[in-house]
């Protein structure tokens, strides 16, 4: 396995997305906005994958882009070893100055890949990088008669002239190429990248999602109904798997779930260990922990995946909306955003985020009756503080009904005290907390 990141360059051929200038296929059948925003996504994923080889030290990554300037390329796809601009000409000419300024640079071998690949993984590219310890060039084919990557172990000018570019004869042509000049090939399993709605079917019906969304439920036939209602309607790559985890609901909770096509578990009662569950049956990078009456706005689910790669998040949450027009819910709203950004505490209903493998370093939700959120929140501030996502969420105002959002607000700033400050047990102030209730 290469080590030494000067031996190996990826050159990430990139567009800035600007809706009517990406993916014109694609937005024929999807509108320029929406294709725009997928192809977004597939790039940020790429380049999650490309840092991810980078910080391990086996490779550096330059971003090849065009459609701006090096300043707005590089506040897109950050954290890269460098960002090169693509001249003008066909894509030939474009591999072949970039693959020749790269081994003018020192490099031993280099790589390009594309970013509409979303099924390119880190693991798939540190393949290929060892296939060229035995191999002059090494080749992912697409599906369509091109490829996804091509790298080689020296300048070889043959692999990019005399190609019929953006047409299903590239693969064949410089296969063919290769041959002539005594070059040898690996060729790995093909892949899809992403120019029409088939291919994105194709892709999204596969694919790996980025964020899980885990709802603990019982008998919340009602918010469930409406939250699923916001989140199915969202999802296009695959980027989200939804998993409710009913703790023995006798309302039809369970048959909500199923009507919406979310995965289903069954677990005993306690949103712990409900929740817990669920993150050991998810398999996204990201878990999202979401009540069943939370709905989180449109632009959220449409811009979250991309802001999460982006930013590689570590754990976060989400600015509140209250669905109640009293004053009092507005200085609420300021007063948990505030608690979350200041002090790093915020609770279950702002939709905390987090990193799996963080989640897991951290030990996952303490299996307590009461207050898991709380708990959670502050073993994670020790790690860093809180993200605050774009984007709201919209929540039910049922909690704060029965006292009144004053005395609801009192109740709960009092808890939170007693278990922090006052090192009080989560299920001695469970019982205090449901004797606000009785009182």
């Known amino acids: 396995m290469y080590t030494n990141s000067k031996a190996t360059l990826i050159l990430e051929f990139a567009k800035y997305p600007q809706p009517g200038h990406v993916k014109t296929r694609l937005a024929a059948k999807l509108g320029d906005e929406k294709a725009c925003r997928i192809y977004d996504y597939m790039a940020q994923k790429t380049h999650y994958e490309l840092l991810t080889l980078q910080g391990q030290g086996n490779a550096k990554v330059i971003v090849y882009g065009n459609g701006a300037g090096r300043r707005l390329i590089s506040r897109w796809l950050k954290d890269s070893y460098d960002v090169w601009l693509q001249p003008q000409g066909d894509l030939g000419k474009k591999l072949k100055y970039a693959f020749l300024r790269a081994f003018e640079n020192g490099f031993q071998t280099v790589l390009a890949v594309g970013t509409d690949c979303p099924d390119l993984t880190a693991e798939k590219i540190q393949d290929a990088i060892e296939q060229l310890m035995h191999a002059d060039v090494v080749i992912i084919p697409s599906v369509d008669g091109g490829y996804v990557l091509i790298g080689a172990r020296s300048m070889q000018t043959c692999l990019f002239e005399n190609i019929a570019w953006s047409s299903n004869l590239v693969l064949e042509q410089t296969v063919r190429h290769a041959h002539e000049n005594d070059l040898s090939i690996a060729q790995l399993r093909p892949e899809i990248d992403v120019d029409t709605l088939d291919d994105l079917k194709k892709v999204a019906c596969k694919a790996m999602p980025t964020v899980s969304i885990i ?156 207050l898991e959120d709380v708990v959670l929140s502050r073993t994670l501030s020790k790690i860093c503080r809180p993200k605050v996502a774009p984007g709201v969420i919209k929540m039910s105002p049922r909690h704060w009904k029965s006292l009144g959002p004053f005395i609801a607000t009192i109740r709960n700033m009092s808890t939170v005290f007693r278990l922090l400050m006052l090192k009080q047990s989560p299920a001695d102030l469970l019982k205090r907390f449901q004797q606000w209730r009785k009182e």
């Open 215 to 370: 709802i603990p439920v019982l008998n919340d036939k009602y918010p469930l109904g409406k939250t699923l209602a916001t989140l199915s309607c969202i999802n296009t790559l695959g980027e989200f798997e939804i998993i409710i985890v009913d703790g023995g609901s006798t309302d039809g909770s369970d048959n909500v779930a199923i009507d919406f096509n979310a995965r289903l578990l069954r677990s005993t009662p306690g949103r712990a260990g409900q929740m817990n569950l669920g993150v050991s049956n998810a398999r996204g990078r990201w878990c999202w922990f979401l009540h069943a009456d939370c709905q989180p706005g449109p632009e959220v689910m449409a811009n979250l995946p991309s802001y999460l790669l982006s930013t590689r998040l570590v754990w976060g949450f989400f600015r509140q909306r209250i669905t109640d027009p009293s004053p009092w819910y507005r200085l609420i709203e300021m007063g948990n955003r505030l608690r979350g950004r200041i002090l790093g505490l915020p609770y279950g209903d702002q939709g905390i985020i987090v990193r799996k493998d963080i989640f897991h370093k951290c030990g996952g939700f303490a299996e307590t009756p009461f």
